[in-house]
């Protein structure tokens, strides 16, 4: 899959792309990340992309003409790909579609897209109106620009891809992968400053493991994200010993 990154700031994704396991996706080619500069694609001898919103008030607006030339230059070099059809345009806002896992699978399986990171008070409407497909928010708070959001979404892409992580299963127990929170997990020593590793996780025992970190997971998710224990009963993701569980607590 190929991501094209329409951004002002490029230099902020080299860091991710080359570091953590996640490199593995990027390195093989697997997710194809290419970016773009967009003051390159200003033609003022001050590569100006922002002005002054009309109507007034605070901030300043990206200009959609550069924009344009930006968006028209993506499709013609993947065009010279293969002659796709015309990407997805992701566009990273408040107002946007909150990003899940179950959105992050989806992508996963796609052929990628053009992710617009915006910046300033926000991108001229028409612009939006013309060309992007889908908005995407990492949550209900504001950021200086989409470049982390963007970041954010490649990494999770990429974890999915195959042969990125160690352990294919890794993803399968993420949190939110099952419709829950992920358990607590433990590791070496056994005993630190008191506190033991629970009993269970040392008894070899799998199937009684497997039920002490289902009812963990259920546990947390019951404490701090309710709302996923009915979504879970509603998809009929929870088992008769998981229901009875939950009303023991």
């Known amino acids: 899959m190929r991501f094209d990154v329409i951004t002002l700031f490029p230099e902020l994704f080299g860091p991710h792309l080359s570091q953590g396991v996640t490199r593995r996706a990027f390195e093989s080619g697997q997710v194809d990340v290419r ?13 100006r992309v922002d002005d002054r919103p009309f109507g007034g008030g605070p901030g300043m607006v990206m200009l ?11 499709k013609a070099d993947r065009g010279g790909q293969g002659g796709e059809a015309a990407p997805a345009v992701i566009h990273f806002s408040p107002t946007g579609r909150r ?44 950021l200086s620009g989409g470049e982390l959001p963007a970041i954010a979404l490649l990494d999770a892409i990429a974890r999915l891809q195959e042969g990125v992580l160690n352990d294919a299963a890794s993803h399968q127990q993420d949190s939110f992968s099952a419709g829950l929170l992920d358990c607590p997990h433990y590791s070496r020593p056994e005993l630190f400053d ?13 199937a009684q493991i497997e ?39």
């Open 99 to 142: 990003i899940d896992q179950a959105l992050v699978r989806e992508l996963a399986q796609g052929t990628g897209g053009v992710l617009l990171c915006g910046r300033y008070e926000g991108i001229d409407q028409r612009f939006l109106d013309r060309h992007v497909t889908l908005e995407l928010s990492l949550g209900d708070f504001v």
């Open 211 to 249: 039920r002490w970190r289902r009812e963990r997971s259920l546990e947390i998710t019951w404490q701090r994200r309710p709302e996923l224990i009915a979504a879970a009963r509603a998809a009929g993701l929870l088992s008769k010993a998981d229901e009875r569980f939950l009303a023991s607590l």
């Open 35 to 47: 970016l773009w500069q967009l003051r390159e694609h200003a033609e003022d001898n001050y590569r």
């Open 64 to 74: 959609i003409e550069p924009l344009e030339r930006a968006l028209a230059a993506v």
């Open 194 to 206: 008191g506190q033991q590793v629970p009993a269970v996780l040392l008894s070899g025992h799998h």
